[in-house]
């Protein structure tokens, strides 16, 4: 190609948009421009890329003018009406919204698992996988590759960032709140008392000092769309189509790193020898895993990690060919912005050979 491609972060004032401008930061001499878009509300804010100081631009169809990948950090509704606008004038959009990840011309792209996705992509469209989902896929791939991975039982315990910054915000000033009160959460209701309904957004309910068992919106039948793409969203990127899913997805209150109890079937069997030996050389994977001195996975020691953390491995008591383990991931970095700067690498390398 000869020149160096320009890249936009679109929703660069995000939680996950700060963490794509440290990461582009630290791979700047890849990059020709670097442009950084978000709403109305932040045009003309000044932000740090490295030691470059970049003004926000206003989300509209000139932004995409003379870019060649752009990063697409925004809510749902807003990425199903841009995603498109930029594909058209042919930039390849990396998105890390619900929005396109399901369409079956759209591929769904992890480094670990289906790169060669990346370069089949009809629509100029490449989709990110949610967090939870993301978390899991370094440790599933190298599991299945040797083991034939039949069936898995997910549950989560999901970071407050996992909801933007309207989350982490929410935290924050819930814990504030509940700060130094001596007994709270020791008697019927006073936590809902002391914190007050203008407290359950965006979660639903209080989050300091309690968990919520709903991420995401009601779908059918009592499930939640958190724990639909854990199912939906596992199956496409490993290629298993009938892969056995049961997911139940939990808020914590933890700021960053998601963390996931998991039950695996596999087609043969396999020992937590097996495993270690798998995991220690899986691309991706960090594995925590000395529980008799106090070594395992935790989402606190998780923050700004590459790797997904794997530990607690066991071998099912009950169950064959099975394992039981922990996994926990920065849902910022592997669950969203990490991943799409490993998908922008592989989309990058492809149109400079070009
Ligand atoms: N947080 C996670 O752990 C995570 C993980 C995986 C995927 N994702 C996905 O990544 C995307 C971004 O999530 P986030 O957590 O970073 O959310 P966030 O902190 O709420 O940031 C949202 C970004 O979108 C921008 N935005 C909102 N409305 C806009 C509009 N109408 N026009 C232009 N820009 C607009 C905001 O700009 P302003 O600041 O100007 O409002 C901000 O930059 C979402 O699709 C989310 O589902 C998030």
Redesign the pocket.
Known sequence: MGRKLNVAI????????TIMRRLIAAERGNWGEVRLV??A??AGKQLEVGDEVLTVRA?DADVFEGIDIAHF????E??AEWVPVAAAKGVVVID???HFRMDPDVPLVCREANPEAARVRPKGIIA?A??TTLALIPTLAALNEHFGLVSMSVASYQAA??????GLEALYAQLAKVAGVEGLGTAGSDLRMVLGEEFDAPFGAPLALNIVPKVGGWKEDGWTSEELKVRNESRKILGLPDLKVASTCVRVPVAVGHSQVVHATFDREVTVADAHRVLAAAEGVDLVDDPANGVFPMPADSVGKSGTQVGRIRQSIDFPNSLEFFVVAD??MK??ALNSIETADLVRRELEAA
């Open positions: 679109v929703g660069a004032t995000g939680v996950v948009g978000a709403s509300r932040s989300l950090d925004l809510p749902d807003v990425s890390k919204s619900g990110n949610n967090c960032s996992g909801s933007g910054k309207e849902n910022l669950g969203a």
